[in-house]
């Protein structure tokens, strides 16, 4: 049979009794002190102390209360009880199931051999007699947030990272990865992310969306002749007779060295701005003759010639649209001079409207000068004449080089 600390078991009696250390233990109290049993243990007095003996001095050692029904005598040390299988033996009494236990409602009882604790439970601290929950939140056990429970805590992390495996850190949440709600590009950044649009494309409001940039909108130069938008981008497109120089601008095609023109054998492909004409090959009519494909001949045995020009020579010319004026145009070179005689340039015919005029330069040359502003498309047929005048010989002659200048449709 074991007994608790102090007791030991007697055989004749069959139940534990007090040991007195007073005598079993050498020296128990030193010096002055003098030592007195007392039950489970002893004391060390002042030798001058009085002391009243328990009238139960060398009684049994008392029992702890049972919680039956009836009280009875119980042989065995306080916290123990009588083994109730008749085994001689005391076994430990659990207050904390039977309930007779002092621990407040907020502890928790722990049961000992032969005693009981009171104890707090995990996330409290006893003050006083009172378990108290511990605000663990002010020890900044979170990197982000913390919320206080009772008996506890959790942390929590601001939008955009998440719970490390720790429970406390928090690391960044890749949203990219996760499906963010970006509709093109997305980057992910610490705690949050940002969307990105593709070239040609605007961030809507929403900070989501991309939407196409209609870049035509935004400058009337973006090309030369029209602006085409797409989705993401733009394109520039050219008028019939034209091609895309590049991306943006516009050039002739020219037709006739292409070989897409529909001219005869009998004639000869003229290219301008924005198309072609085909002229015939043999120009002239009476009383000229060909002297060459684009030169006409009056003879001078001809009477009908004596008051013409003695010659004409077809050219042809292309301009574009709204050309900043004045404008040189076509310089005119005189072929053949006569000693001593003096020239002089005109307009003979087809300016009219005065959209031209002659600018003299030497005695064998003239410039031909847009005076304003033409639209195309149109043409004009100019004869540009040079007179040969020899006052001394009582001479004078003229010839002509009829200019066909054609105006393109648009200012390229």
Same mark, same amino acid.
């Given at each position: 049979m074991e007994c608790t600390d102090g007791y030991e078991w007697d055989h004749q009696t069959q139940h534990c009794k007090d040991v007195n250390e007073c005598t079993t233990i050498p020296d128990a109290c030193k010096g002055e002190m003098k030592c007195i049993n007392h039950y489970g243990g002893y004391l060390c007095l002042p030798r001058s102390a009085s002391v009243i003996n328990d009238v139960h001095a060398e009684g049994p050692a008392p029992s702890a209360p049972h919680p039956g029904p009836e009280s009875q005598y119980n042989p065995c040390p306080p916290g123990y009880e009588p083994d109730s299988q008749g085994r001689n033996s005391c076994v430990d009494i659990d207050e904390c199931e039977y309930g007779i236990h002092d621990c407040q409602p907020s502890q928790q009882c722990m049961n000992t051999p032969g005693a009981f604790h009171c104890t707090c439970p995990d996330g409290y601290r006893k003050i006083g007699v009172e378990c108290v929950d511990i605000d663990e939140c002010r020890y900044r056990y979170c990197q982000h947030r913390c919320v206080n429970f009772p008996g506890s805590f959790n942390c929590q992390c601001e939008p955009g990272f998440k719970l490390a495996g720790?429970? #406390?850190?928090?690391i960044d949440v890749d949203e990219c990865d996760m499906g963010a709600p &970006?509709?093109? #590009?997305?980057?992910?950044? %610490? +705690?949050?992310?940002?969307c990105r649009c593709n070239q040609g494309y605007e961030l809507d409001q929403d900070g989501f969306t991309c939407n196409d940039i209609d @870049? &035509?909108?935004?400058?009337?130069?973006?090309?030369q002749y029209?602006?085409?938008? @797409?989705p993401g981008r733009f394109s520039c497109i050219c008028p019939q007779g034209y091609q895309l120089l590049g991306t943006r601008l516009c050039q002739d095609i020219n037709e006739c060295e292409m070989g897409t023109h529909q001219c005869s054998e009998s004639q000869n492909c003229i290219n301008f701005h924005g198309g072609y004409r085909c002229v015939e090959k043999n120009q002239c009519q009476? $009383? %000229?003759?060909?002297m060459s494909e684009n030169r006409c001949l009056c003879p001078s045995t001809n009477p009908l010639c004596r008051d013409q020009p003695s010659s004409i020579v077809h050219r042809y010319m292309s301009i574009t649209a709204d050309r900043t004026v004045p404008s040189d145009v076509f310089q005119i070179q005189a072929?053949?001079? %006569? $000693? +001593? /005689? %003096?020239? /002089?340039?005109?307009? #003979?015919?087809?300016?009219?409207? +005065?959209d031209f005029y002659i600018r003299q330069i030497n005695n064998i040359s003239a410039m031909l000068v847009l005076a304003r502003p033409v639209t195309g498309p149109q043409e004009f047929v100019l004869d540009l004449e040079m007179v040969s005048m020899n006052t001394l010989l009582s001479y004078r002659s003229s010839s002509v080089l009829r200019l066909t200048v054609f105006v393109g449709p648009y200012s390229f």
């Open positions: 720790n429970n #406390r850190s928090c &970006c509709l093109q #590009r997305c980057y992910n950044t %610490y +705690g949050t992310f940002i @870049e &035509c909108s935004y400058s009337s130069y973006l090309c029209q602006c085409v938008n @797409e009476e $009383p %000229y003759i060909q072929t053949s001079i %006569y $000693p +001593g /005689a %003096y020239n /002089a340039f005109q307009i #003979r015919s087809g300016n009219e409207q +005065g």
